[in-house]
C-alpha cells in the first residue's frame, strides 16, 4: 500500500517569513495529493491540493508543488501569520481506492 | 450548508467494554470515511462506505466494525476495548465519486481505562 512520509515533525518560523513542508510517496499510482490543516480541537480541513497531471497550485499564500519523477510534494506558505500556527497534514491517495494516506504531520509555530 | 457532525464528542468506557459512534455526513454526500487518529500512529484509515456498502478497509482486527444507513449516516462499533483504542476518531464525507476533498468531522474522543 502507499506510504507517506512528511518533515519535518515541527517547524517555528517568524511572523512574515515563510514555511515550507515536504511529503514523499511511494506508490506510483497516487494521484491526488491534499494538504490538512488540524487546529486544537477540530477535524483537519483541506487547504489546497493538487492532482498529478499538474505541477503546481496556488491559493494566496499557499502554494503546492508535486514532483512526479521523484515522487515528492511540498506545501509553500509565505508570509506566515500567528493564525497560520497548526498541525499540517499531507497525504497521498487515487490509487484505484477512494482511501488517503496521511502523513504524521508537522506542527507548525509561527512567533509574532 | 451543515457539515459533518460526529456523536459524541466525548466518551469514557472501560477495558472490555464496547462502543459505537456516530456520523452524519454532508447533506448529499454519499461517502462516510473513518479514521482513527493518535499522537504516536497519526492518521490512519479504518474504512469507508458508499451507498450502504463497504468499499475499502484499512489494516484494523475485526473488532472495528462499521455500517452505513440509506440517508448515509454513518456508524462505528469498537468491541472488547483495549487501552490502546484510546484516540480521536474522525469522519469525513465526500461525493465518493472520485478521490477528491474529506470533510471531516470534529472526532469523538474516546477514552479507555
Known amino acids: 500500500g502507499e506510504n507517506v512520509e512528511q518533515h519535518p515533525s515541527t517547524l517555528s518560523v517568524q511572523e512574515g517569513d515563510s514555511a515550507v513542508i515536504k511529503c514523499t510517496y511511494s506508490d506510483s499510482a497516487s494521484n491526488y495529493f491534499p494538504w490538512y490543516k488540524q487546529e486544537l480541537g477540530k477535524g483537519p480541513q483541506l487547504i489546497i491540493d493538487?492532482?498529478?497531471?499538474?505541477g503546481e497550485k496556488k491559493d494566496q499564500r499557499i502554494a503546492v508543488t508535486l514532483n512526479k519523477t521523484a515522487k515528492h510534494f511540498s506545501l509553500h506558505i509565505t508570509e506566515t501569520q500567528p493564525e497560520d500556527s497548526a498541525v499540517y497534514f499531507c497525504?497521498?491517495?487515487?490509487?484505484?481506492?477512494?482511501?488517503?494516506?496521511f502523513g504524521k504531520g508537522t506542527k507548525l509555530s509561527v512567533i509574532p | 450548508k451543515a457539515g459533518v457532525t460526529q456523536t459524541p464528542r466525548y466518551l469514557i468506557k472501560t477495558r472490555g467494554q464496547q462502543v459505537t459512534l456516530s456520523c452524519s455526513p454532508i447533506s448529499g454526500h454519499r461517502s462516510v470515511s473513518w479514521y482513527q487518529q493518535t499522537p504516536g500512529q497519526g492518521l490512519q484509515f479504518l474504512f469507508e462506505?458508499?451507498?450502504?456498502?463497504?468499499?475499502n478497509k484499512g489494516n484494523f482486527p475485526g473488532r472495528f466494525s462499521g455500517r452505513q444507513f440509506s440517508n448515509s449516516r454513518s456508524e462505528m462499533n469498537v468491541s472488547t476495548l483495549e487501552l490502546g483504542d484510546s484516540a480521536l476518531y474522525l469522519c469525513a464525507s465526500s461525493r465518493g465519486t472520485d478521490t477528491g476533498e474529506l470533510f471531516f468531522g470534529e472526532g469523538s474522543r474516546l477514552t479507555v481505562l
Open positions: 497525504a497521498g491517495g487515487g490509487a484505484g481506492s477512494y482511501q488517503l494516506t
Open positions: 493538487i492532482r498529478s497531471n499538474v
Open positions: 462506505y458508499f451507498s450502504e456498502t463497504q468499499r
